[in-house]
């Protein structure tokens, strides 16, 4: 078998950054602005405020505007939707995203689904999760879809292929299976409690672990050259997959860190850009790669 190729996140969210910057800089020039993506952290959770900053640092380095909004760890449902419905109505916000997790008092899924749809460009919520499903325009859940672009870049047929998706999470594992589905894929959908799981593992043409447990899925349930994908990103700087085996016999391997990691901070600027030229010629980015 040929060597595997190392599918090189950190290399595809460089070029998807540069050509936004490219982008705004241009809209600027012609008069119509920066768009503005606004970020809501909600208490003093260490990994979350790290995060945030590193989104509000890559809104800056490609030209795009950021509002971070911090609230307190006591803040209630309805203080937070409040806040919500604000950014809805400020015309000069593009993109909103509720960085997750919220303290345990709030209603989460209310607080997202809160989130006007055409400023959803974090692809959380249950509008866009549906009009996912019917295969129809919606910004998409970021992780996900940075997988897709990576499949695409690299020129990795999907069509007619069996994927399996580790993992059911609303948004990774449960959107990734209908984009692959979307893109023609016959996909199996599993997670931690599916019964036989390295048998329909060692089926897959495609792994995508999304499970969020260190190297649950063993070297020795993928077959030679299986495609592989790690969403997950665990103590000790290991993925859901024993990736430092696999890529010896996966034909495509994502490496952690590097690999799906730094997709998905640009996919969140991709569709915040998105949504900001849509102001110009109002119409949700179809993301022409489901179609």
């Not at 609230?71 to 809805?88: D, F, G, S, V, Y």
Request: hydrophobic share 40%; net charge neutral.
């Amino acid at each position: 078998m040929k060597s595997s190729i190392l599918l090189d996140g950190k290399a595809i969210s460089e070029k998807i950054r540069n050509r936004i910057a490219e982008t705004l800089a241009k809209a600027k020039s012609e008069g119509k602005g920066v768009p503005t993506l606004a970020t809501i952290l909600v208490g003093d959770n260490p990994a979350s405020e790290t995060y945030v900053n590193m989104k509000v640092k890559a809104c800056e380095k490609v030209g795009m505007g950021s509002r971070y909004v911090r609230m307190k760890e006591e803040t209630t449902t309805e203080e937070l939707l409040a806040e919500i419905r604000k950014l809805n109505a400020d015309a000069s916000v593009n993109g909103i995203l509720l960085q997750h997790p919220v303290p345990h008092q709030i209603d989460e899924r209310l607080c997202f689904d809160e989130i006007a749809l055409e400023k959803d460009v974090d692809g959380v919520t249950t509008i866009s999760f549906g009009k996912l499903s019917m295969n129809s325009e919606a910004y998409f859940p970021c992780t996900p879809y940075g997988m897709v672009l990576l499949l695409q870049e690299y020129g990795i047929e999907v069509s007619g292929k069996h994927a399996v998706v580790v993992g059911r999470s609303p948004i990774l594992g449960k959107p990734m299976a209908i984009m692959l589905t979307n893109l023609n894929a016959t996909v199996t959908l599993c997670h931690s409690k599916t019964k036989n799981l390295p048998e329909l593992v060692k089926q897959a043409d495609i792994v995508v672990g999304a499970v969020g447990k260190p190297e649950f899925i063993k070297a020795d349930w993928i077959k030679e050259g299986a495609v592989v994908l790690d969403a997950g990103y665990n103590v000790g700087n290991v993925g859901d997959i024993e990736i430092s085996k696999v890529k010896d016999k996966a034909s495509y391997y994502t490496p952690v860190p590097g690999g799906v990691g730094p997709m998905t901070i640009s996919v969140l600027l991709l569709q915040t850009m998105y949504s900001f030229l849509n102001q110009f010629s109002p119409k949700l980015d179809s993301h022409a790669s489901n179609r």
